[in-house]
């Protein structure tokens, strides 16, 4: 696991962060909220870096990398932050952004600036923010940022880095492209045919048929103790309980609706509800320039589109939602404005704003006796939720104060079970079946003690909770000799062949090597093989291979060898040994419109580039000094996984 995390940081993820945008929080907005609720001991605001006159503080390198931990665990569910970390997630992120920040620092050393305009007409643009039609939402963007913690300015000043990385590195490969003469070269390459042949000498064709002496096998299996070992084993004994044992001390009372009902007066008050079309522009003048141009409020998409911009259309349920979405200056304009009419321009959060306002929809104030309904689901929630905590936080001190998982059970009528064997990662022994909500729990049972007192954890889906302990332990040990005698015979033989198919082997390369082809060499061992595969292959049709189902090894090794060789290679399992013959390669010429050389020297073309990015991206950090803060570094190492200390 820890070297899939290395792999990761050795991957395009680095350019990533130097280029893309949002590179503080462009992971937030892909995976789950992982912003939390502060830093307990160093503020968010110290430095865990000083880039030349530009901070990197500790709320941004833990933000960083806690979004990085849960986009590698959509590929690794039961990845932990603990082996994120010992993979070197705050060392490797925390250089990225280093770069970042240095790329930045030089850019505004040199006189470079970013208007409000140019970034919001990228934010614009991001894919994260637009909506069903493929436009820019407000709303989305709103809600996006506000349930990650993140602020409009924080959104905007990421943007900006990101456009002066980009001024800076993009000019480097303008023009540059791979000279065609050494396109070519490398594409002659992919035309290059290989003739030759593949032989299996099989290792069940020199197995003894004579029996084992039980002594021998019982040796084998000494030898090779870890192949056969089985893995520990563990029983799980649990008990579950849910809402059923709050009774009716969840169900809302009267008095409760009333009160929820008069807090949130506002929110079923008469409104209304209404939709308009808006067009966002950099400038007032722009606007104004773009609002002479229509004759009527109709027109607003038509002379838009005429200048190659795009207008969206919205829909807001109230004035006071809208004003806390957009600005109180937008949501005036809107809700002030007739229906049809066009307003603005208007300045708001991305711009000045063109305004026609469609249809007005009266919503009627609700009483209580219609809300009734979801005021109560809502309490009951939320009482249900917080008392379940309770009960928890109270059984956990049962718990630890000595009571057993029997006891506890019985006290919430509820039924102690016992999962079968489980393996570490949760899988049935003998079975291979795993339940995820028992896998979350074998983590830890196989972190217990044997005979260790019960715990108490949510479930999966945070409705129930569960109540378990360590079951029967079974040690990792070989099975009984006699239960896999058969196994051992069968491996043993297999192996005692592999090596007289060795020895087999060594003699078809010796009789190659002294002129003879492949075939005849075969012919003249004592036992019968395959006969031989004759491959007649070209570099292109073994990448073709490659993208379809994998190159076989032994063609992957012929296009490693030269011409009138041979080479021997173990075939899996031990199942006998291959004889790989080259005899010759073509290269045919190409022809000068083959459309191979123009992709080749594309392919060329952007690695170059890529090269020359990396080159100057290197040279900017080490002219930008940098200060590193190892205490705060730390502190956030230790917040992230406290039980590493």
């Given at each position: 696991m820890i070297q899939g995390f290395r792999k990761l940081f050795q991957s395009p993820l680095g350019l990533a962060l130097t280029l893309g945008f949002v590179a503080l929080i462009a992971l937030a907005f892909a995976s789950a909220d992982i912003t939390g609720s502060g830093f307990g001991g160093i503020a968010g605001s110290e430095r865990v870096a000083t880039v030349g006159d530009q901070k990197i503080t500790t709320s941004q390198l833990r933000t960083t990398v806690g979004s990085a931990f849960e986009q590698a665990r959509e590929n690794n569910p039961t990845a932990t932050m603990e082996d994120f970390l010992e993979a070197g997630a705050i060392d490797n992120l925390l250089d990225q952004m280093i770069e970042r920040y240095a790329l930045y620092d030089f850019g505004l050393s040199k006189g470079m600036r970013i208007g409000d305009s140019l970034i919001g007409s990228e934010l614009t643009q991001m894919a994260a923010f637009q909506g069903p039609d493929g436009k820019f939402s407000q709303?989305?963007?709103?809600?996006?940022?506000?349930?990650?913690?993140?602020?409009?300015?924080?959104?905007?000043?990421?943007?900006?880095?990101?456009?002066?990385s980009r001024m800076l590195l993009v000019p480097t490969t303008y023009g540059d492209k791979a000279p065609l003469n050494v396109a070519r070269r490398y594409a002659g390459l992919l035309n290059e045919t290989r003739h030759g042949g593949v032989?299996?000498?099989p290792s069940p064709a020199f197995i003894d048929q004579e029996p084992v002496d039980d002594a021998v096998l019982k040796k084998y299996l000494a030898d090779n103790r870890d192949t056969y070992m089985l893995p520990e084993r563990r029983t799980i004994r649990l008990a579950t309980f849910g809402a059923e044992v709050l009774g009716d001390a969840a169900r809302p009372t009267e008095a409760e609706i009333a009160e929820r009902y008069k807090a949130n007066a506002s929110q079923y008050a008469a409104r209304e509800e209404r939709e308009f079309e808006q067009l966002i522009v950099p400038t007032e003048a722009a606007a104004n320039a773009l609002k002479g141009q229509?004759?009527?409020?109709?027109?607003?998409?038509?002379?838009?589109?005429?200048?190659?911009?795009?207008?969206?259309?919205?829909?807001?349920?109230?004035?006071?939602?809208?004003?806390?979405?957009?600005?109180?200056?937008?949501a005036a304009a809107v809700y002030d404005a007739a229906s049809g009419s066009i307003v603005g321009p208007v300045r708001g959060p991305l711009g000045f704003y063109l305004i026609r306002i469609g249809k007005v929809t009266p919503v009627a104030a609700r009483g209580i006796d219609a809300v009734r309904g979801e005021i109560a689901e809502a309490i009951g929630q939320e009482k249900t939720r917080s008392l379940m905590a309770d009960r928890a936080s109270q059984i956990e001190d049962r718990l630890q104060s000595g009571a057993s998982l029997a006891d506890v059970a019985k006290s919430l009528n509820a039924k102690v079970t016992t999962t079968p064997p489980l393996t570490e990662d949760g899988s049935v022994f003998g079975e291979g079946e795993v339940d995820p909500s028992e896998a979350r729990l074998a983590q830890t049972v196989f972190a217990m003690q044997p005979g260790?007192?019960?715990?108490?954890?949510?479930?999966?889906?945070?409705?129930?909770?569960?109540?378990?302990?360590?079951?029967?332990?079974?040690?990792?040990?070989?099975?009984?000799?006699?239960?896999?005698?058969?196994?051992?015979?069968?491996?043993?033989?297999?192996?005692?062949?592999?090596?007289?198919?060795?020895?087999?082997?060594?003699?078809?390369?010796?009789?190659?090597k002294g002129g003879k082809t492949l075939s005849e060499a075969l012919a003249a061992l004592d036992v019968r093989t395959p006969p031989v595969d004759s491959i007649d292959l070209s570099r292109r049709q073994l990448m073709a291979q490659?993208?379809?189902?994998?190159?076989?090894?032994?063609?992957?090794?012929?296009?490693?060898?030269?011409?009138?060789?041979?080479?021997?290679?173990?075939?899996?399992?031990?199942?006998g040994w291959f004889i790989v013959s080259l005899d010759s390669i073509d290269v045919p010429e190409l022809a000068d419109d083959d459309p191979i050389i123009a992709q080749t020297?594309?392919?060329?073309?952007?690695?170059?580039?890529?090269?020359?990015?990396?080159?100057?991206?290197?040279?900017?950090?080490?002219?930008?000094?940098?200060?590193?803060?190892?205490?705060?570094?730390?502190?956030?190492?230790?917040?992230?996984?406290?039980?590493?200390?």
């Open positions: 709303d989305l963007y709103n809600q996006a940022i506000q349930r990650r913690g993140l602020s409009d300015q924080m959104v905007r000043e990421d943007i900006g880095q990101g456009l002066v032989a299996l000498i229509i004759a009527s409020p109709s027109q607003l998409r038509a002379v838009a589109e005429k200048q190659g911009l795009e207008t969206n259309t919205v829909t807001a349920t109230s004035r006071q939602q809208l004003a806390s979405t957009s600005t109180p200056q937008v260790g007192d019960a715990q108490i954890a949510a479930s999966m889906d945070g409705q129930r909770y569960v109540i378990f302990e360590p079951g029967e332990v079974t040690r990792a040990a070989p099975p009984p000799f006699d239960d896999i005698k058969d196994v051992l015979t069968r491996n043993y033989k297999l192996e005692q062949g592999s090596e007289k198919a060795k020895a087999a082997a060594d003699k078809v390369m010796a009789a190659i490659r993208q379809q189902r994998g190159i076989a090894p032994p063609l992957a090794l012929m296009f490693t060898m030269a011409p009138k060789t041979a080479k021997r290679l173990e075939a899996p399992n031990g199942l020297q594309a392919e060329l073309s952007r690695l170059r580039q890529q090269e020359l990015i990396d080159q100057l991206r290197v040279a900017i950090a080490k002219e930008v000094p940098v200060t590193r803060n190892d205490n705060a570094i730390a502190a956030v190492r230790t917040q992230l996984a406290p039980q590493r200390n």
